[in-house]
């Protein structure tokens, strides 16, 4: 059974850091393309990509909102993923959620992680 599960979220100043891991197993990971999707709280908020690497070639995608702050990595011997977030904002608040997919960016992922809070305080 695929698995994807999300560790490194929690509670940071503005300006500060995180590094979100997400470990697959369960599946060729070398196959797929990972990446990660945040929603923000309150009510209408949809679910955005955040950033995605491709486990075959390293072939990257970075949200504009994201992009020079933010930082995608894997390592195929560990199955994992890791997203390096610097000079983190209040509006990086949300929960994150590692995804899989077949394309960069992911258009439609075919598996979700269960999140990890994120939360930048001003």
């Known amino acids: 059974e695929a698995q994807l599960v999300e560790s490194g979220g929690g509670l940071v100043q503005a300006g500060g850091s995180l590094r979100l891991s997400c470990a697959a197993s369960?599946?060729?990971?070398?196959?797929?393309?990972i990446g990660w999707f945040r929603q923000a709280p309150g009510p209408g908020q949809e679910r955005e990509q955040v950033?995605?690497?491709?486990?075959?070639?390293?072939?990257?995608y970075y949200a504009d909102s994201v992009k020079g702050r933010f930082t995608i990595s894997k390592d195929n011997a560990k199955n994992t993923v890791y997203l390096q977030m610097n000079d983190l904002k209040p509006e990086d608040t949300a929960v994150y959620y590692c995804?899989?997919?077949?394309?960069?960016?992911?258009?439609?992922?075919?598996?979700w992680g269960q999140g990890t809070q994120v939360t930048v305080s001003s």
């Open positions: 950033s995605c690497i491709s486990s075959r070639d390293g072939r990257t």
């Open positions: 995804v899989r997919g077949y394309y960069v960016p992911i258009l439609d992922p075919d598996h």
């Open positions: 369960g599946f060729a990971f070398d196959d797929y393309v």
